[in-house]
């Protein structure tokens, strides 16, 4: 297979930190890799580099292949408030629309926004966080590049987003490159796992339980390799002290050799892990957390949640999931007070003590050190702020190490009630490993809004489904056991479909000697065929000036859409049929 991405002895510091030194590695046709590495330590800047928007510090090389298409997202994308979604996507799309009829591309990206369930007609400046990424999603799958580099393209979708894009990527036959904290849609998308450790490269083909298998394998074998190399280490700085300075060339390149060694000895491998284990425990909780009774809650004629009853134990886990807009973060701000019911209340326990994540993230002072945020210099080293980072203003730190710091403060607050809003956007694997493992023996009570799909099964015990208009439904069991709920019910609902279909009724095929005629009923048939081609001909020509035109309303379009691709389906049979039928004609 022909490599799609070379690249060559790229290096990147920022100061005394060095994020990779003299890297190298290629990409081939077909692979999907997926990069990971702990937040900080340059993954983003990787990327850039891979986009052409940095630069190597020590020159090197990145050569894609001549004649392929490259479509490149960025965490956070750019857009014009006052544009229309599809405007923008159109304008977004203006690189990889070369030799492609306008018409055509226009329908490609008008499929993937109803895929998105978004509206070609609103603003974008009214979209969500999560809506916007689906935009710049959309424009990336329309593009049909040969290439795609992505940085952690799931991070703000709701779960049906997710795993529309996870299935597409998965169909494609694309070459794929990209960031990403979520191990479910890593494993059914990816073939390979990159990992950048301590400034270095290491290739894993296979999934992400592969990785971690073959990854403490290599720190094994690292760490047995330096255990011989001190044992080396010492004889020869004995030999050293026991002989003198004049020796012969021999001698010198043997004292050559020992500063290599010596070099090599002093290099330790140390796993960059957070800790959790001095962060203080949870406050003692009493028996009333939080109990909601018959509460409402209406952005003017926008219904967010309507009569909703239900009381909080102590212990509980519960995740609460449903798709991008339906109330869940209105939700969590009520509970925690920020917001006020529009209809019922809420009561609060004495001894509740919330801790409160906001995906929006923590209100910095981008001038204040790290220090200065949390001052525990021990905590904030266990949550891998070594002491050189104490003094460095926040503004400085990564978007995954915000996030980090941002969960300290948090946590250092000793809540007894943790709502964490998407608490898995940004942070890395490793990260959100050892957060799982702290949550999974934290005593308080849990309300997790997630799209991370592996969080919630090993977190949650229960879910709250909002459904829309105000709905809330309680399912008990994590998100594996609710997505196979509803496939059960899906295809209950097919096979009920398919029973409530007529049949048609299949005529035998007499066996003949000789070429026949059409039948009478054939003749009929195909004469009856062409006036249906002509009829779904019109049609088409209807459904694609309504879809080009740019007045109907969304509804209109995505029905249009819809039965647009039904449409063709049933003219090719059709025609089929007929050919088949003018033949014996």
Not at 433 to 445: C, D, H, I, P, T
Not at 491 to 500: Q, S
Not at 555 to 568: C, Q
Request: proline residues 3%.
């Amino acid at each position: 297979m022909p490599s799609y991405l070379q690249i060559e002895n790229i290096s990147k510091s920022y100061g005394t930190k060095v994020l990779f030194s003299h890297i190298g590695f290629h990409v081939n046709e077909g692979d999907k890799i997926a990069l990971i590495a702990p937040n900080g330590t340059g993954k983003t800047t990787l990327m850039r580099i891979l986009a052409g928007k940095d630069k190597s510090d020590s020159g090197g090389s990145v050569k894609f292949l001549k004649a392929i298409r490259i479509a490149f997202l960025e965490q956070d994308c750019a857009f014009d408030p006052a544009a229309t979604v599809l405007a923008q996507a159109l304008a977004d799309s203006a690189p990889y629309m070369e030799g492609i009829d306008p018409f055509e591309y226009e329908l490609r990206v008008r499929k993937y926004l109803t895929s998105f369930h978004l509206d070609p007609e609103q603003r974008m400046g009214a979209l969500s966080g999560g809506e916007v990424k689906r935009v710049a999603l959309t424009v990336m799958l329309a593009s049909e590049a040969d290439f795609l580099i992505m940085d952690e393209p799931t991070n703000h979708l709701d779960l049906d987003a997710v795993e529309f894009l996870e299935s597409t990527l998965k169909r494609s036959r694309c070459t794929l490159f990209m960031v990403t904290h979520d191990r479910y849609f890593l494993d059914r998308v990816c073939n390979t796992v990159m990992e950048l450790d301590h400034g270095s490269i290491y290739i894993y083909k296979g999934d992400y339980a592969n990785f971690l298998e073959k990854r403490a394998e290599r720190i094994e074998n690292w760490n047995a390799q330096t255990d011989r190399v001190r044992n080396l280490f010492r004889r020869e700085l004995e030999w050293i002290h026991a002989t003198p300075c004049a020796r012969t060339g021999k001698a010198k390149y043997r004292k050559q050799a020992f500063r290599e060694i010596r070099e090599r000895a002093s290099q330790t491998w140390r796993e960059t892990q957070v800790s959790m284990e001095g962060v203080a425990p949870a406050a003692r909780l009493g028996s009333k957390i939080i109990d909601c009774h018959d509460v409402s809650f209406r952005y003017g004629d926008r219904c967010m949640l309507s009569h909703f009853t239900y009381n909080f134990q102590r212990g509980e886990r519960v995740g609460i999931v449903g798709a991008n807009g339906v109330g869940k973060t209105t939700f969590l701000r009520l509970l925690t007070g920020a917001l006020a019911p529009t209809e019922g209340f809420i009561e609060r326990g004495e001894s509740l003590r919330i801790g409160w994540y906001d995906q929006s993230g923590m209100a910095f002072d981008g001038d204040q050190t790290v220090l200065e945020t949390v001052n525990d210099s021990q905590l904030l080293g266990q949550f891998l702020f070594p002491y050189e980072m104490l003094n460095t203003p926040v503004a400085r730190l990564s978007g995954g190490e915000r996030r980090r710091l941002y969960l300290l403060t948090v946590l250092v607050r000793q809540p007894n009630l943790l709502i964490l809003d998407e608490p898995t956007n940004d942070l890395d694997i490793m990260t959100l490993n050892v957060l799982e493992e702290y949550l999974l023996a934290f005593k308080g009570s849990l309300a997790i809004v997630s799209h991370d799909r592996h969080f919630l099964d090993r977190l949650a015990d229960h879910l709250l489904v909002f459904c829309g208009e105000g709905r809330v439904k309680d399912f008990i069991g994590g998100y594996t056991e609710y997505h196979s709920y509803l496939e059960d019910v899906e295809a209950e609902r097919r096979r009920a479909a398919e029973a409530a279909r007529p049949k048609a009724v299949e005529r035998p095929r007499p066996a003949e000697s000789r070429p026949r005629r059409l039948s009478f009923a054939e003749r009929r048939e195909f004469e009856q065929l062409g006036r249906e081609l002509e009829e779904l001909g019109a049609e088409r020509a209807r459904l694609e000036a309504l879809l080009s035109g740019g007045t109907a309303d969304y509804a209109a379009l995505a029905a249009a859409s819809e039965r647009y691709g039904a449409l063709k389906e049933e003219q090719d049979a059709k025609e089929l049929r007929w050919l088949e039928l003018s033949e014996l004609a």
